[in-house]
């Protein structure tokens, strides 16, 4: 791949990472151009779910900028992610088939789809067309949690924890962490489609559990997550989780229940605040993928509550990344998933 082919596929890159991830999921963030000799002639994206997808707007844009061109063979076509093909309750057409339609002189895929793992890529290759899958990490990237949802059919959990050296996650005052640990949570918040709390804690700490802070290191426009709240107490409509008319909240009895709802089918990520109780629950059930952990310079003491309320055991975990955020200390770790296809 020379560098001018690297600088296209980064461009369509970019334009997937422009879009909010709640917007299309459960769906991928894809992004698509279409060069000839060297010159972008139209760009597409994937923008919401249920919209066309891609490689259609980018096609449906170059047809409209050029309405008199009908031979595509001249052209190479760079796009994020393999491409789909028709499987039982899908709404949209066929972008592989359309692909063959159009017959571009080169196909670029910048990564795989977890649900064709490289199919389609043999199906274009069969039908005579050039193609080059370039397993290019930060295609992947754009997705973090599509693999774990398609492969595995459950969503992706990351574990949030705030706590003191003590690990102690209540405090008399506010707030554990500082200011930099609470933006970097709600840039957090705006990726995942939603968050999952409890019914205690929304009672103690009457969270908004909103993402106002994530204007920092974003590249696309926040919408704030959906809400699952698990537990029997009822909550007051006064509370300030209903001051968020743009999202919904479903409450289940318990985790078991939601783990059996039709809801969950829907969700692709999921981002925890919770207390000690279901941190261990989640954690022995293996639920969680990924733990993001926010330690502060601070001792509390025993009368307040403890991150987890059980041994539990993470070997599965790796640590992936420790980072000084201005004192507190973030830690995020990992389990380690063996891919099995489009290695």
């Known amino acids: 791949m020379?560098?001018?082919?690297?600088?296209?596929?980064?461009?369509?890159?970019?334009?997937?990472?422009?879009?909010?991830?709640?917007?299309?999921?459960?769906?991928?963030?894809?992004?698509?151009?279409?060069?000839?000799?060297?010159?972008?002639?139209?760009?597409?994206?994937?923008?919401?779910?249920?919209?066309?997808?891609?490689?259609?707007?980018?096609?449906?844009?170059?047809i409209k900028a050029f309405p008199q061109k009908n031979d595509f063979s001249d052209c190479e076509i760079f796009i994020t992610l393999e491409p789909c093909d028709q499987f039982a309750e899908k709404n949209t057409p066929s972008c592989t088939e359309l692909l063959l339609k159009k017959n571009f002189g080169k196909i670029w895929i910048g990564s795989l789809d977890p649900h064709f793992q490289g199919k389609n890529i043999k199906k274009l290759q069969a039908h005579g067309q050039t193609v080059e899958v370039l397993n290019n990490s930060k295609c992947q990237e754009l997705n973090p949690f599509f693999e774990t949802f398609i492969v595995n059919k459950k969503p992706f959990i990351t574990l949030k924890i705030a706590q003191s050296l003590d690990g102690k996650i209540t405090n008399s005052s506010k707030y554990i962490t500082n200011e930099i640990s609470r933006n970097k949570v709600h840039e957090m918040r705006a990726r995942y489609s939603a968050i999952l709390t409890t019914t205690e804690t929304v009672l103690k700490d009457n969270p908004i559990l909103d993402c106002r802070l994530s204007q920092n290191d974003l590249k696309f426009l926040p919408s704030n997550p959906d809400i699952i709240v698990l537990g029997k107490r009822k909550i007051p409509k006064s509370f300030k989780l209903f001051q968020i008319s743009n999202r919904k909240i479903l409450f289940f009895n318990t985790l078991e229940d939601f783990l059996e709802s039709e809801e969950i089918k829907k969700i692709d990520s999921i981002m925890t605040e919770c207390g000690g109780i279901m941190n261990s629950k989640l954690l022995k059930r293996k639920l969680v993928e990924n733990i993001f952990l926010f330690i502060a310079p601070m001792v509390i003491g025993k009368q307040e509550k403890n991150n987890f309320v059980s041994a539990v055991d993470l070997k599965d975990f790796v640590i992936h990344e420790v980072k000084n955020l201005e004192g507190d200390i973030f830690v995020e770790g990992k389990v380690v998933r063996v891919r099995t296809w489009g290695a």
């Open 2 to 62: 020379n560098s001018s082919s690297y600088n296209f596929l980064d461009y369509a890159r970019k334009l997937a990472g422009k879009i909010n991830p709640h917007f299309t999921a459960p769906n991928p963030r894809v992004g698509c151009v279409i060069v000839q000799k060297g010159k972008i002639l139209a760009k597409g994206v994937h923008e919401k779910y249920g919209n066309p997808h891609a490689e259609a707007m980018a096609i449906e844009n170059l």
